[in-house]
């Protein structure tokens, strides 16, 4: 592979969460190419009537940004008003990506492996003459089939993500619009994993306001487009924020997986579904929704167990009239 000297910029999106920035910006620091690599910050401002508390909180995480040399150039990029996530990673995107070409997606709860980059970059320059490629990914679900060392899947993702301005010209926000033409296509059920995820739910649910996800809406957008996203079989990005501290996800614990300390190597291979990583992806949707039906059941049961006394009292007494 011809050497690649052309790094792409990273671009990290924060808000209100000092720690987690922190945790991100440090192991950002520790890859290889961070020193060779420029860093913009986009970070979010104030909701209208934010406490005192939840201003100390967006302070921090700015100065926690600032505190260090973390990249080779370091650019951070302040709102005055809160513009919510999903409307500052289309726009953070949208102005690096323009102006450079390609970029490198990170947010303020993933954790990267010192190979992240590498990864990044090597990939972002094997395919990107090619068409069919919309996006890299670093994150991979947990699985334990053996998998290529990098695979492909329809669509896009968005946990440690790197794109081209070619393949983000294809990102159509209108969610309305995305939805009628997996309808007309008749592809819910494949978009879906086979019914084991709900994708078209999630999309459903951004059209009404429920959500607000740009991640269903670029990757309806990509698959629309019949362009995939490639994939390492190890995982080289964590999430760490699902501990209840971020503004749209609670404390989950299933979706965990390991961070690898290993280099992957990208070699270049025709863009076409992996069959083998779809159905490993489709047994890991099985599970997880399993898993979640028990839970949710355990709490049906437990409320039940609360209710029937006062039930039966309550019946005894109506009786008695």
Known sequence: MKKNNNYAPIVLFIYNRP???LKTLE????????DKSDLFIYADGPKENATKEQLLKIQKTRDAAKSQQWCKNVTIIKSEKNKGLAASIISGVSEIVNKYGSIIVLEDDLITSPYFLQYMNDALYIYKDNNKVACINGYVEPHKKQLPETFFLKGADCWGWATWKRAWDFFNPNGKDLLEELHAKKCEKHFNFDNTFPYVQ???EQIAGKINSWAIRWLASAYLNEMYCLYPNQSLVVNDGFDGS??????I???QTELTDSKVNVIYQEP?????????YKRIY?????SEKTRNEKIVFYIK???RPFYHLIKKIYNQY
């Open 202 to 204: 999630m999309l459903e």
């Open 27 to 34: 192991a950002l620091s520790r890859n290889i190419l961070a």
């Open 272 to 280: 076409k579904e992996c069959v083998i990583a779809w159905k490993a």
């Open 19 to 21: 720690e987690h920035t």
């Open 246 to 251: 971020g503004s749209h996800c609670g404390k």
């Open 305 to 307: 167990s609360i209710l």
């Open 286 to 290: 099985i599970k997880r929704r399993d």
């Open 253 to 255: 614990e299933y979706i």
